[in-house]
């Protein structure tokens, strides 16, 4: 089993900035695709990228101007560098895990994280 911890949300002005991370704990070996989500009440979850085991980091169109994963596999760690903030990224952010799939889709992940708050006014 792997066990994810999403931190660094909070609230932040308009055109700020701010880092997230996700650390995975367990048996952190089993992980292939590690990715970040993110979800406003009433709406479906929204998948913002993905980054597999050899770096290769795949960004959904609308959002990899502003947003970077990064990932450190020697702290077991995924990062999200959220650049410009805008009100419409206010949303709870999760973290997501797999030994294989990198797909855009939350329920395809076998290990996923409780979330952490962004709120952009």
């Known amino acids: 089993q792997v066990q994810l911890v999403e931190s660094g949300g909070e609230s932040v002005q308009a055109g700020g900035s701010l880092r997230l991370s996700c650390v995975a704990s367990?048996?952190?070996?089993?992980?292939?695709?590690m990715g970040w989500f993110r979800q406003v009440p009433g709406l479906e979850r929204e998948g913002i990228g993905s980054?597999?085991?050899?770096?290769?980091?795949t960004y959904a169109d609308s959002l990899k101007a502003r947003f970077t994963i990064s990932r450190d596999n020697t702290k077991s760690t995924l990062y999200l560098q959220m650049n410009n903030l805008k009100p419409e990224d206010t949303a709870m952010y999760y973290c997501?895990?797999?030994?294989?799939?990198?797909?855009?889709?939350?329920?395809?992940?076998?290990?996923r994280g409780q979330g952490t708050q962004v709120t952009v006014s």
């Open positions: 997501a895990a797999d030994p294989r799939t990198c797909m855009f889709n939350w329920n395809a992940y076998n290990y």
């Open positions: 367990g048996a952190t070996q089993d992980i292939g695709c």
């Open positions: 980054t597999d085991s050899d770096g290769i980091t």
